[in-house]
């Protein structure tokens, strides 16, 4: 114990926690990403309600959702404390180090990067994880026909006082769900031109933190052999940087248009 203390304190360490809970981070993003395809199903929210109960309600995405809560604040934190330490170990700016030269774009600017990450983060999750929990979420039940398919849709503004929480049951062969419809509170925000514009930008910042975050990752926990940097960086680079962040872009774009 005497002897990993010293290291988890130190830069170095907090370098590799800040790397482990980056690449956690981005496992999340991959599983959130997948989950959210549900929005653009053409069934008037009925996979994405599904999905966001289970994704609330079921154990084990709970635990794991409290680690991912964990690794967002000590990640932060840790790339807080290294940024000042650096600051402070350089207080003189030399004029003729030219920082363009010896670094990109993104990786000198991670810092405001990631503080606008952390400023959609609690914006997203007042948007729909508080008010799916919390607020006045709209309410629906669906009606479906098991033996023909065919499903009755009933939406109302607001949750009735009798509602007890989600209920799905079969009563003469036909399924009843009740839920809280989060897909309209996703349908009804993403309505505001503001919010979607500071959605994008967010998805941007996104795309840059992770082209350089990814790949330094790797490297500070010792996966930088010249073997297999180079499939890194492609999936830094065209995975995290291009793909997932485009594919997020686009659902508040997809309701603001096309719903």
Known sequence: MSKSKPVLTSSLGKKLVMSLTGLFLCTFLIVHLIGNFQLFSDDLGYSFNNYAYFMTHFTPIKVVSYLLYASIIIHAVYALILTIKNKAARPIQYKETDGKANSTWNSRNMGILGTVLLIFIATHMQNFWFQYKFGTTPYVEY??????????????????????????????????????????????????????LFYVVAMGALSFHLIHGFQSAFQTVGFNHRRYIGVIRAIGVWGFGVIIPVLFALMPLYFYFLK
């Open 143 to 196: 009606h479906t026909n098991i033996a023909t398919g065919d499903r009755q849709i009933d939406q109302f503004d607001d949750v009735p006082e009798t509602y007890t929480g989600y209920r799905s049951f079969v009563d003469n062969g036909v399924e009843t769900i009740q839920s809280k419809d989060l897909y309209t509170q996703v349908a009804v925000t993403f309505k505001n031109p503001l919010l979607v």
